[in-house]
């Protein structure tokens, strides 16, 4: 019933920055807490960042203080402003309505040198 559409992925050098775009269709947008999660290869699926429907927001330990969760709900969109990248923040990132099992695409992200 909610469609997801992640942007804004590619390729950065560590210490760079990045911003990801998930724009939702369909349903109540305001009224879902929102999460973005990545998969690297070879490893489970993550939390990387959560955002409530009146802002809170909840960060993986790997990610404190580098990334920022927001949301416009006026856009239904949620971001996530990525910055001193990492190698290890290599992966495809994922969008998701919190509780359910609708997700998006995927967007690469990585991060070399």
Do not use: H
């Amino acid at each position: 019933q909610v469609q997801l559409v992640e942007s804004g992925g590619g390729l950065v050098q560590p210490g760079g920055s990045l911003r990801l775009s998930c724009v939702a269709s369909g349903g109540i947008f305001s009224t879902y807490a929102m999460g973005w999660y990545r998969q690297a290869p070879g490893k489970q699926r993550e939390s990387v960042a959560i955002i409530t429907t009146d802002g809170g927001t909840i960060y993986a330990d790997s990610v404190q203080g580098r990334f920022t969760i927001s949301r416009d709900n006026a856009k239904k969109t949620v971001y996530l402003q990525m910055n001193s990248l990492k190698p290890e923040d290599t992966a495809v990132y994922y969008c998701n309505v919190k509780f359910t099992n609708f997700w998006g695409q995927g967007t690469q992200v990585t991060v070399s040198s």
